[in-house]
């Protein structure tokens, strides 16, 4: 009788019945899963194994990220997470690679995190420079800066290359919210 039912639910089920079950199904999926989504999106999240607790999260809180005198303080996601939906998504299936090195020990002590540090810098510089930096720019606006805040220098860098989509802030900032890796031996600029 059972194996009938659900070999054949339209016999016992109408079609309605089966539209708003699929609807209340495909809500409450789509809830889990927005759930297990931003669970993963929070400085907490980021930091419960100790290769980012012990590593970069200890370096950003030296920085002006993370204690200023306004208060104002960049978290993980922040900084490595899009915030439009869909971008989110996509680096979301990227970091999934990161789980393989979390299971396989890739960087399980500081000595395998400094020998990976520039490899691991340079996907996040190239992630930043093909985006534009838009997690930067998710809180630095151009258009709001004030040029005459700013060092002369800073100010010309930014007068010249800003909104010119030939640079971008990580091209000038690498090493902001992080040691910068050891980067002998190769070409800058």
Known sequence: MLWRTVRRPSVHYSLGFLTLGGFVAG????GAFNTGLEMTNTEAFCTGCHE?????????????HYTNRSGVRASCPDCHVPHKWT???ARKMQASKEVWGKIFGTVDTREKFLDHRLELAEHEWA?????????CRNCHNYTSMDLTRQSTRAAEI???????????????HKGIAHHLPD???IPQG
């Open 127 to 135: 992630r930043l420079k093909a985006n534009d930096s838009l997690e």
């Open 183 to 185: 980067m002998t031996g």
């Open 87 to 89: 971008d989110k998504i």
């Open 27 to 30: 809500v409450l999926f789509w």
């Open 158 to 172: 930014h007068k010249r290359w800003l909104g010119t989509g030939e640079k971008t802030c990580i091209d000038c």
């Open 52 to 64: 980012m607790r012990d590593n970069v999260f200890q370096e950003l809180k030296s920085t002006i």
